[in-house]
């Protein structure tokens, strides 16, 4: 199985350090993100990945050009000209994808310890085109999904603010885990291009697709912020 990383973001969350590098770049317990989620990806056998990159991109193919690319297969989406965001990333990297075999997509900034052998096979038994790791924790955004855990709409903690697929019969608050098991067939059903986010796709495609949540109880760290750094540092040594 292929892994896509979302390495390209510009993490203006984590200045002044995204100031002179890439936020993939950024360091917990002195190891950088990237090399992190590879060798965890590693871990459960995935030894082949797409990362796309864009901001301070040169510094992270030099950084996998130095470590010998953790002895893995890596092809670079190379989005320099324009930052695509998750969707339209996932779009511009479709050449490397789009070979008839589920993949996953994982975003660098993301620390876990999710069963990721779990989440295949979960995936597999469904056969929806896409599983999305959820969990329920504080987050400011929530997708909401009924009791068979099809996703049936999105919710700004916030503002109050939903977007549904029908009315909302008690549905279950889970948030994004940033991981999301993918069957090519996708690349057919997604209508936008040019840059976009992939969630926008997804919830247009609740209201005539089947898109099921995986729910985890696993360690989850967004590292985009400085102080998220120091809580991710207490979990990954």
Known sequence: MKALIFAAGKGTRLKPFTDHHPKALAKVNGI??????????????????????????????????KNN??????????????????????IFARRFLDHGEDFLIMNADILTNINITDLVNYHKKIKDFATLAVSDRESSRKLLFNDELIL???????????????????????????VHCINPSIFEKIKRTGKFSVMEEYLDLMLTEQ???????????????????????????
């Open 32 to 65: 950088p993100l990237l090399e992190r989620n590879i060798q965890y990806l590693k871990s459960f056998g995935i030894k082949d990945f797409v990362i796309n990159i864009h901001h301070f991109g040169d510094q992270i193919a030099e950084f996998l050009k």
């Open 69 to 90: 690319n953790f002895n893995c297969n890596i092809e670079i989406s190379d989005e320099t000209n324009e930052l695509l965001e998750t969707g339209g990333g996932l």
């Open 152 to 178: 049936r709409g999105w919710l700004n903690v916030q503002t109050g603010e939903q977007r549904l697929a029908e009315f909302n019969k008690g549905f279950k608050a889970l948030a994004f885990s940033g």
């Open 211 to 237: 898109i099921h949540g995986f729910v985890h109880d696993s360690i989850l760290i967004d590292v985009g912020r400085p102080e998220s750094v120091i809580e991710a540092e207490k979990h990954f040594k």
